[in-house]
């Protein structure tokens, strides 16, 4: 019986240090191979966080950007996972900090979606754009609002140039988002920051009106 020989990618997925090394030593180009999705080795070490193996493909490559099928960056990917250390490291070997995916969304959105604190923080300090909006006009905070990420929303709001009142394609703020989602003390939050709840959606629809009227008359308070 035939027994198949694993890709390089395969190998980087699993973290097999060894073997991605003693493979990309034996056919040099295949550090630079992307398979049917369109990655790279570095993209599948770097989604199972394997940092030793990271280091060593951005050390022999010197390509921290390159982007899938779909847009996305190493950076992108290691964000979304929740790989801080990983996330420093291409930083400092040149990733664009602020590069979306093809549905617009940078490795900022990402943490601010799973409620990565640590990374949005990391990310802030770095530089990244903190109103950047994805394909459907939502920004770091909306996508933080939504299930409740306070912590998120804390270190969005406590940056310089965060725009609390920006309205994603449906005419909706984060505080609609938090609304609809009843979460309060992200409600709380985004008004004590300057947040209007007269502000209508597309469906003519305030904050206020996203929600049962219980939890609006706790936000009136």
């Not at 099928?69 to 950076?75: A, V």
């Not at 070997?93 to 409620?115: E, F, P, V």
């Not at 270190?155 to 609390?164: C, F, G, W």
């Not at 008004?191 to 009136?220: D, T, V, Y």
Request: one cysteine or more; hydrophobic letters at 40%; a negative charge.
């Amino acid at each position: 019986m035939l027994i198949s020989k694993r890709t390089v990618h395969e190998l980087a997925l699993n973290g097999d240090v060894l073997s991605v090394k003693e493979m990309v030593m034996s056919k040099p180009v295949c550090i630079k191979t992307k398979d049917d999705s369109g990655r790279l080795p570095l993209h599948w070490a770097v989604s199972k966080g394997h940092t030793e193996l990271s280091a060593w493909l951005l050390d022999q490559t010197k390509e921290a950007d390159v982007p899938d099928e779909s847009g996305w960056t190493p950076l992108i990917i290691a964000a979304s996972a929740g790989h801080q250390e990983l996330a420093a490291l291409l930083l400092d070997n040149g990733a664009d900090i602020n590069r979306t995916t093809d549905q617009g969304r940078t490795a900022l959105l990402y943490a601010a979606s799973k409620g990565r604190s640590e990374l949005v923080s990391l990310l802030i300090n770095k530089g990244a754009d903190v109103n950047k909006d994805d394909q459907l006009g939502a920004t770091p905070l909306h996508r933080a609002a939504g299930p409740g990420h306070s912590d998120v929303v804390r270190l969005l709001l406590a940056a310089d140039n965060t725009i609390v009142d920006c309205q994603d394609r449906y005419g909706n703020t984060a505080l609609h988002t938090a609304c609809e989602e009843e979460r309060t003390e992200v409600a709380k939050l985004l008004i004590s920051h300057g947040a209007s709840r007269e502000i209508q959606n597309r469906e003519e629809k305030s904050s206020l009106e996203m929600c049962s009227p219980q939890f609006a008359r706790g936000l009136k308070s």
